[in-house]
């Protein structure tokens, strides 16, 4: 038997998808482990060969492919346990990380202190060079005052290093040298330049995507060097993939090499199983909306395609490399609810996590969760969490609300509904940033709802947003993971033009050969079929921001083609377009993508059930519902609610008037009321 593996650690539990040789797909959860996720890891590999029936060694040493999400880079940042960095720069420019692009994250919020830069000032060097923006040196490298900034670093016993040179995108010559004389002198830390990281314009985008790489780069290298070393000591011998923000997959190497770029490394997964599912019938045009323990992603699929975005924000480090659009939200089982300052209830972003975790896990948790809350309300069965080997404690989250309803001076059971009506009203606001801030109308999509807590509140999002369609998958809960087995190789790189009017066909067409080959060099270890996709971001001479432009239907060598490609995406975006105004593109791009089998799905119908069972929940008011298996449900039979549909690791919330149906592909199909 050949397997294949996708692994998502996410805040509360890792998740592991085992797909199959012949289609069958098993999945499994553990609590993941903050202090070290690969202990997470192997807890739920040894739970996926249990429920295989094999020992974990044969699971393993007959596994070709196991690709890896992982969210060690974005805790870092956000607990701000990143390496200690030193950055060397062009003399005179060691402020640009402070100084930003001057403006505020909250422009009008006069008191708002500015964000701290990943690398103290202290240890912000500056080294005389430069080179000009055409790519000829200004200032040769003086070597005393690199070898000086070195030794200042040396003493300062830092981890890692960016080198972050002006003008470096154009000529890298000045950072390759500096970066030669770093590793011979401190052989142990981490070295990054801008160079290699971001090669285009705009300043202090590439120095602080750098930054971000080398504060997070010792993170991931050790991480991932840990994991590999357990996955070996168990059996493993294959190639452990890692996806990276963009949705696409890389090897250990690389990801060690682009560590920022694994920034949204579990929630990419989700939306590489949007785009699957979209390909296998779904439906075009999806809203990926994943609820788990502490977090809710949420991504548009358009037309088949993810939304992407030019780089992401996290913890005040902006990441400028290729990502998914993806708006995250405080807000998942764990999510605590409680009272600000002025006595309102409110509900995240602050989340009791893995540990101790909702008050029901009975791990010392004592405040009122999501969770808690929708098992007072009847929504989950205690005794059947994680296929029952975890029991919850009602009493414990029946103590937890109660404390809450009695600060508001209400009733348990309306305390809890409480949070569980916010918590949806805030998720649903993210959907609206998600799409109606994109100039999309949700209501022209479907709500694919995964995630550990998702079925118990996408038909109330879907309502409160007019959006009429609800899928929910059988494995919603574990469907990043599986989505990372349903995605392919993908290296991105881009080249600045440097125009500042007009466009260079030459150079273009110059920079496209030379990413391409650079593409198929970082995956000629993969021995199957690489394509090359062209791609370039453009804007109007007198705008700030460019777009992306897909130009491989484009012929290169026209000027006017160019030009019309982009007022065509530009009037797709914006409803506008200006021909008579002159095309500048800014950056060429280039995706080398390789090839990888697609798993199983995950999709097993029964031969049909009535109701295992009826429930007391609340709704407004108490009553009993009847409780359906989901693995049970044949395709095409068709549930009214109200009622609860659930599995080992899945509950799904039917509320008054909606409709279900399960479909044959393994998705219920809910038609909300």
């Not at 021909?579 to 119908?605: F, K, T």
Request: proline share 4%; hydrophobic share 45%; charged share 20%.
């Amino acid at each position: 038997m050949s397997y294949t593996i996708g692994i998502d650690v996410g805040g509360t539990f890792t998740d592991i998808v085992v797909s199959t040789a012949d289609g069958e797909t098993i999945i499994a959860k553990a609590a993941t482990t903050p202090a070290d996720q690969s202990e997470g890891v192997l807890q739920g590999l040894i739970f996926a060969a249990e429920r295989l029936n094999v020992p974990l060694k044969d699971l393993l040493a007959n596994t070709g492919r196991i690709v890896h999400g992982t969210t060690a880079a974005t805790n870092a940042l956000l607990e701000g346990k990143t390496a200690r960095i030193g950055m060397l720069t062009t003399e005179g420019h060691r402020d640009i990380i402070e100084m930003r692009e001057g403006l505020k994250p909250e422009r009008y919020n006069l008191r708002m202190a500015p964000p701290a830069p990943l690398v103290p000032r202290s240890l912000r060097l500056p080294v005389r060079e430069r080179m000009r923006p055409d790519g000829s040196v200004e200032t040769a490298l003086d070597e005393a005052s690199l070898h000086a900034a070195i030794e200042q670093l040396a003493r300062a016993n830092v981890q890692a290093v960016a080198i972050c040179f002006l003008h470096a995108w154009r000529n890298p010559a000045h950072e390759q040298q500096a970066a030669a004389a770093v590793r011979a002198r401190l052989q142990n830390a981490y070295v990054t330049t801008s160079s290699d990281v971001l090669p285009q314009i705009k300043e202090f985008e590439r120095f602080s995507t750098t930054v971000a790489n080398a504060a997070v780069g010792p993170v991931i290298e050790n991480y991932l060097g840990r994991l590999q070393t357990r996955l070996s000591q168990a059996g493993y011998n294959g190639e452990l993939l890692v996806i990276l923000s963009h949705g696409g997959v890389a090897s250990v190497a690389e990801a060690t090499r682009l560590a920022a770029g694994t920034a949204l490394s579990g929630p990419a997964g989700g939306v590489a199983a949007a785009v699957a599912l979209a390909r296998d019938g779904m439906g075009q045009n999806l809203i990926a909306f994943d609820m788990g323990g502490t977090s809710t992603d949420i991504a548009l699929v358009r037309d088949g395609q993810p939304a992407m975005s030019d780089g992401k924000t996290v913890a005040n480090a902006r990441i400028a490399l290729p990502s998914l659009d993806i708006v995250t939200l405080g807000a998942g089982g764990g999510s605590i609810g409680k009272l600000d300052r002025a006595g309102l209830l409110q509900v995240g972003p602050d989340s009791a996590g893995a540990d101790p975790g909702p008050a029901c896990y009975g791990q010392g948790g004592t405040f009122a969760t999501v969770t808690d809350a929708n098992l007072v309300l009847g929504y989950l069965d205690p005794a059947n969490f994680l296929g029952g080997r975890r029991h919850l404690d009602l009493a414990a989250s029946e103590r937890a609300v109660t404390v809450l309803a009695e600060q508001l001076g209400i009733g348990m059971a309306e305390a809890a509904s409480g949070i569980h009506r916010l918590v949806n009203t805030r998720m649903a606001d993210g959907v609206r940033v998600a799409t109606v801030r994109r100039g999309v109308d949700p209501r022209g999509y479907t709500l694919l709802a995964f995630g550990g807590a998702a079925g118990l509140h996408v038909s109330a999002v879907a309502a409160e947003l007019g959006i009429g369609r609800v899928v929910v998958p059988v494995a919603a809960s574990v469907l990043s993971a599986w989505g990372m087995l349903n995605t392919d190789l993908r290296v991105e790189l881009t080249r600045s033009q440097g125009q500042l009017k007009g466009i260079d066909t030459a150079a273009l067409r110059a920079s496209f050969a030379a990413m391409e080959a650079e593409g198929r060099a970082r995956l000629s270890w993969f021995d199957g079929t690489v394509t090359i996709r062209h791609a370039a971001d453009m804007r109007y001479g007198e705008q700030v921001f460019e777009i992306a432009v897909d130009l491989d239907a484009v012929d290169w060598d026209s000027p006017a083609e160019l030009g019309d490609a982009f007022h065509r995406a530009h009037e797709a975006l914006y409803t506008y377009a200006l021909r008579d105004q002159d095309v500048v593109l800014v950056n060429a791009r280039v995706a080398a993508i390789g090839r990888l089998p697609a798993a199983g799905r995950s999709v097993r119908g029964g031969a049909g059930a009535a109701a295992k069972a009826r429930r007391r929940v609340h709704l407004g008011g108490w009553m009993d519902v009847p409780v359906y298996d989901f693995l049970a449900l044949a395709p095409d039979q068709t549930l009214t609610g109200p009622a609860i549909v659930e599995s080992d690791t899945t509950t799904v919330l039917l509320r008054p008037r909606d409709t279900a149906t399960f479909d044959g592909r393994g998705w219920l199909d809910v038609a909300v009321g």
